[in-house]
């Protein structure tokens, strides 16, 4: 029999000062379904610089599955506040990872 | 605030744009900007756009970056330069480094859209249209409301709810 695989651990880390958080929360909750993955996500709630410094918080929502950034470009970002920026394949950009990151990030 | 806010503005083409210079506008549109925000940054072509569509009938659109440049660096006047010439933007881009013009608008968000009629009274607050995601807007708020203060009449929409970051203030 093929050993259960483990459930990741999944970390997402938001600024309520932006107000993508509740939509990506969404979208990793329903990617996590959707994979039949049984895993709790980890909410943490930024709330001054100096968290967003010692948590190498690049801006909300960040996400990291087993400690590794769903968007790896963009994890190497100055700590801040702020609305982080995710690029679409065509270029554009989004306040929230695509469906596609987070789908390659729990694989 | 119901009337445009007084303002002396060094803007990305090197001038100063004051109040006054946009006298003969037939509509005014301020913008809450900045650089650093996604979501401004998903709605800037369609700023460009609403420029470039609505320009031959006496509109200026001026968008307007408040946000504390010490705690945010990619809203510094030299980025605001340097963003508005690689983007092409077909609007004026002003810097508020002294956060008056936020204030004076009660601006909470960008972008933030105030629209202002010949006699510069404020006739929409809100959002550029419904989406960030350009292909799913069903509703132009903006540009309905452009349409009918030119045409004499009320905005469909005087008020809708801005989506987008804070103003950064500084502390």
Known sequence: MEPRRRAPRVE???????????????????????RGIDARVELREVTTQEEAEAL?????????VDGRDVDPAGADGRPALNCRIYYLPDGQVSPVPTREQLEEALR | MTTAPQFDLEGVDGRRHSLDDYA?????????????????????????????????????????????ADD??????????SRAERRGFAFDYLYDPSQGVA????????????????????????????????????????RDALDAVL??????????????????WRH
């Open chain 1, 12 to 34: 997402f880390l938001y600024w309520e000062g932006c107000p993508s958080h509740p939509e990506a929360l969404d979208l990793l909750r329903e990617v996590l379904a959707g």
């Open chain 1, 56 to 64: 190498r918080f690049p801006g909300s929502p960040t996400i990291r």
């Open chain 2, 24 to 68: 003969d506008a037939a509509a005014l549109v301020l913008i809450q900007s900045c650089n650093h925000c996604p979501y401004v940054q998903a709605w800037e072509d369609r700023m460009s756009a609403i420029q470039r569509d609505y320009g031959d009938r006496g509109v200026r659109l001026v968008a307007v970056n408040s946000n504390d």
């Open chain 2, 103 to 142: 204030r004076e608008l009660e601006a909470e968000r960008t972008p933030e859209v105030f629209l202002f009629d010949r006699d510069r009274r404020l006739r929409y607050h809100g959002a550029i249209d419904d989406s960030r995601n350009e292909h799913a807007v069903t509703q132009h708020y903006l």
């Open chain 2, 151 to 168: 045409a004499g009449g009320e905005p469909p929409a005087a008020e809708t709810m801005p989506v987008g970051c804070t103003v950064k």
């Open chain 2, 72 to 81: 945010y660096p990619e809203d510094s006047f030299e980025e605001m330069r």
